[in-house]
């Protein structure tokens, strides 16, 4: 017993030795320091010798930034604004108490509920540009009034050479044009309508601008069919039916916007199922293609008789472009929900 006893006063006085000769001054790096030791140090003698030569620096936590601005041991002082200070910097939200323990975890109990869906009702942008609309269209039409009347007038009957047109203003212009915008946007979200009943509302973008992207494919739409009847028509007839017709065209824009208005707010704000809803669309679309046959025969083909070229006219300046929108629209649809 006495030997063993010995043996481990020899350790230690041992142990102490080494630590004290391989203390050095400067800066040494704990690989260094550990070099210095035997290959027999036990890891209790490499800590003794790093804590004797590695300076390590004294932090006081009290004085450091607190980013995370959890508690400390001593209330935050008043805040003042200062360029000197970090831009996280700010007082704590949780001043020092005695029953704040950030190393214990918390858990919330029960299960959490199920995220409130998206709905035109319930977005109050949409519902701010619809009521805007609303309010816009029964002021301009108040104004108005007597040119969608002559407006309605003249669209049933052909004009005789030599009749006096009375040409629109400018403000009763910017009403069509308004319209026709309203046009876009109603049917951007009657098609949003659409597909979200048929293929979920699982879109990668946000509402926001899958809207937007409908509106403007809409307004592409538009904008492409004028153009092509304004190259042909003006390829193939004079002025005075060409100006007819774009007055037509833009009468008949508006009035379908003007129609699909009580199908969006029926849709947003009193649950008018979609399978009525694109009914009613499809019936507006319809009419207004029957309008703007017999208005295109009426203008351009009643005196020649050319029945089969009034036909391939009508499918290639009206239905075509109405055909690829519908492919667009399909094709963007898919790409939004499943590509991006």
């Known amino acids: 017993m006495t030997e063993q006893n010995d043996s481990v006063i020899s350790i230690e006085t041992a142990t102490e030795q080494n630590t004290v000769v391989v203390h050095k001054k400067g800066y040494h790096s704990p690989a260094e320091i550990i070099s210095w030791l035997p290959n027999s140090a036990t890891p209790w003698q490499q800590d003794s010798a790093i804590r004797a030569n590695y300076p390590f620096q004294k932090i006081d936590w009290n004085q450091r930034p607190n980013p995370m601005r959890t ?17 996280y910097y700010s007082k704590s939200m949780v001043q020092p108490d005695s029953v704040y323990r950030p190393e214990c975890i918390g858990y919330r109990h029960g299960v959490a509920g199920d995220p409130v869906p998206y709905t035109i009702a319930g977005d109050d942008l949409i519902t701010s540009i619809l009521l805007a609309c609303f309010i816009f269209a029964t002021v301009a039409i ?185 492919g667009a629209m399909v094709t963007m649809d898919r790409y939004l929900k499943q590509i991006f």
């Not at 508690?71 to 831009?87: E, G, R, W």
């Not at 904008?223 to 007839?237: E, G, R």
């Open 71 to 87: 508690p400390t041991t001593h209330v935050d002082s008043t805040a003042t604004f200062s360029l000197n200070k970090a831009m």
């Open 142 to 326: 108040a104004k108005s009034g007597n040119f969608l009347q002559r407006q309605f007038k003249n669209f049933f009957y052909s004009q005789r050479e030599g009749t006096t047109v009375i040409s629109e203003t400018g403000e009763e212009l910017r009403f069509q044009l308004f319209l026709i915008l309203q046009t876009c946007l109603l049917s951007a979200i009657i098609y949003f309508f659409y597909s979200s009943e048929v293929s979920g509302d699982s879109f990668s973008l946000a509402h926001y601008q899958v809207l937007s992207l409908y509106t403007f494919t809409f307004a592409g739409y538009f904008l492409l069919k004028n153009l092509l009847y304004t190259i042909v028509n003006w390829v193939f007839f004079d002025k005075k039916k060409n100006e007819q017709w774009a007055k037509s065209s833009l009468f008949l824009s508006s009035v379908e916007g003007m129609l699909l208005f009580p199908n969006v707010m029926l849709l947003a704000y009193f649950n008018l199922s979609i399978k009525h809803a694109v009914i009613y669309a499809l019936a507006v679309i319809i009419l207004v293609k029957l309008l703007s046959f017999y208005k295109a025969y009426l203008i351009f083909f009643r005196r020649n008789g050319a029945i089969l070229q009034f036909f391939l006219y009508f499918c290639a300046l009206e239905l075509m472009p109405l055909g690829a929108l519908c």
